[in-house]
């Protein structure tokens, strides 16, 4: 099972991941972070997600 | 007989394909030179390279279209290589233009599959400005060729 999980404390919601798997993360009024965890075929655009961060604050872990 | 160093025509367009980088020269408004680090990617064996259009050098080049971009590979010495190529930019506002270029440029910096960068391309494209090089010289130097290799 992969998770993918956001560090709010560095997150500051630039949005790329958002742009990138709406299905997966969602910003809320108060710019916070949701992450809707992803199905299988979702993972390729998770990982891109992952690595579009300017912040680095997206973990994908692998299991 | 001197060695010439300098690259063929398909070795300069090879050297460009496999960057990822280049120096990007531009052309404040007193007249001195402006120099940034750009991920580029190649359009049609141009080189091709987006920007933010609030940026330093996108109202340099509004200015004045003229660039000079630089592409270097290689450490110690003889392994030296590579092109500087001047020229004039075609800038381009349309945003089918500019999601193809920085769709090259994202996916070529971060070695991340281009089918998977629309969304994020889409949303940072409307900032963003896309430039084509349009050569006038090109100077070039390989020194492994000082080598005979």
Known sequence: MN?????????????????TVPAVFSLDDDEMLHIHQPT????????VAVRLCPKLALTLNDD | MRVTTRLTGDEAQALLAEGTKLQLATINADGTPHLVTMYYALV??????WTYRAS????????????????????????????????VVCPTDDPAAVVDIGTRIVARSLGLPSEH?????AQTAPKRRGYLVEPVRTVSWDHRKLAGA
Do not use: H
């Open chain 1, 3 to 19: 998770t993918v999980s956001v560090d709010p404390d560095v997150c500051e919601a630039f949005g790329r991941c958002v742009a």
């Open chain 1, 40 to 47: 299988e075929d979702q993972l390729p655009k998770v990982r």
């Open chain 2, 117 to 121: 960068l629309d969304g994020y391309v």
């Open chain 2, 44 to 49: 049609d064996g141009r080189i091709a390279f």
């Open chain 2, 56 to 87: 330093q050098k996108a109202k340099n080049l509004e200015r004045d279209p003229r660039v000079t971009c630089l592409i270097e590979a290689g450490d110690d010495y003889f392994t030296l290589r590579g092109v500087q190529l001047g020229g």
